[in-house]
């Protein structure tokens, strides 16, 4: 009994020690952060995922001013490599493919936050180079009003038989085109390396004059041109909100699969605010970072740990219509499947527009 009574103070001692460890540790990373005084980010503009309230929050909290200058997630790792030592970024948000080649580059450097253990392993690099702070999962956006009589489609079979066009955007270019066309073969029984399942349903679109060549954006959705549009769920929840009657769509993860991705955080490994840049990844993994995505309708990446306001919980889709998506497991593969799908769609789907 001694001996269990000592091996449980002795544990208890370690994990107290371990506590105060890392309080001191943020402490004083809050220190170097706040002696730094600035955190100048690249893709993290105050539109999106509302980073304005996280800049706001660091403003005001740690005395950190801020500056953003908003590109392309490829621009961003071109912008550390370019840049090296007369580094102008200290931290960018790319989308999850991005964050491997980042590191492939060798232009970031590690921090992993304080709620390191929440973040599923499917969505961070074991080092700490990267993890996704939010997600996107590939959803359809429909317009009530527009569908001629047919039912608002649940999943994807129900595309074959509607009366309305789908919108799905230019899969050489965005990156939400791609993930829905990779979300459309795994509901199907496709993969990262095999695309047809999709290739085959959307050609069918194609031949029925259903498949819009409209892109689904905002601008679109309010001249009336988007009937059925393929976005990320962000991107959906966004669009709605803005619209002049909400009511009249309605956004869903389709019931029979959908791909989920996101966005990753990057400390530049050059960084001239690399404290700050690392207290911003920390704020952004906290609760109330956590929180602020979810403002923007982005789903935190730490949704199943926190508790969301009402009204915030209220914007984001309930945690059941995500029962069926699939994170991308081969991420090798699908980077040389995303690169051959504008030839493979040109040939085997353009080519049967009506």
Same mark, same amino acid.
């Given at each position: 009994m001694k001996q269990l009574f000592l091996a449980s103070l002795l544990g208890s001692t370690i994990a107290m020690c371990t506590a105060a460890m890392a309080a001191d540790d943020l402490k004083t990373l809050e220190a170097a952060a706040k002696a730094e005084g600035a955190v100048n980010s690249v893709g993290m503009p105050d539109d999106w995922a509302n980073w304005k309230g996280t800049w706001e929050d660091l403003a005001k909290n740690y005395g950190l001013k801020h500056i953003d200058t908003d590109m392309s997630s490829a621009q961003e790792i071109a912008k550390f490599a370019a840049e090296k030592d007369n580094a102008s970024a200290d931290i960018g948000d790319v989308g999850a493919a991005f964050g491997p080649i980042a590191v492939k580059q060798g232009v970031v450097q590690p921090y992993k936050p304080s709620t390191w253990d929440q973040v599923p392993e499917w969505a961070k690099d074991k080092d700490g180079n990267w993890a996704l702070a939010y997600t996107g999962t590939i959803a359809f956006i429909v317009n009530k009003k527009l569908l001629h009589g047919s039912d608002v489609p649940t999943k994807w079979a129900d595309l074959k038989d509607g009366k309305y066009k789908v919108s799905i955007g230019d899969v050489s270019t965005a990156a939400q085109a791609a993930n829905g066309v990779l979300a459309a073969a795994l509901a199907n029984g496709g993969n990262e390396k095999n695309l047809e399942p999709a290739l085959l349903l959307f050609a069918d679109l194609a031949k029925q004059g259903r498949l819009s060549m409209s892109n689904p954006v905002i601008g679109a959705m309010e001249k009336g041109e988007i009937e059925v549009g393929v976005v990320w769920d962000f991107n959906g929840l966004s669009y709605k909100a803005k619209m002049a009657n909400p009511d009249d769509y309605v956004v869903l993860i389709p019931s029979d699969g959908s791909v989920i991705s996101g966005y990753t955080t990057i400390i530049n490994k050059y960084a001239k605010n690399p404290n &700050?840049?690392?207290? @911003? !990844?920390?704020?952004?993994?906290? #609760?109330?970072?956590? *929180? =602020?995505? &979810?403002?923007? =309708?982005?789903?935190? *990446? !730490?949704?199943?740990?926190? @508790?969301?306001? #009402? #009204?915030?919980? &209220?914007?984001?889709?309930? =945690?059941?219509?995500?029962?069926n998506v699939t994170p991308i497991k081969d991420a090798d593969a699908w980077e040389k499947t995303s690169k051959a799908l504008p030839q493979k769609w040109n040939e085997e789907v353009i080519v049967e527009m009506k």
């Open positions: &700050a840049a690392k207290l @911003t !990844r920390e704020y952004i993994f906290s #609760d109330a970072g956590q *929180i =602020n995505l &979810a403002k923007g =309708n982005a789903r935190p *990446i !730490r949704a199943e740990h926190i @508790t969301l306001p #009402d #009204d915030v919980k &209220a914007k984001l889709l309930p =945690n059941e219509q995500y029962k």
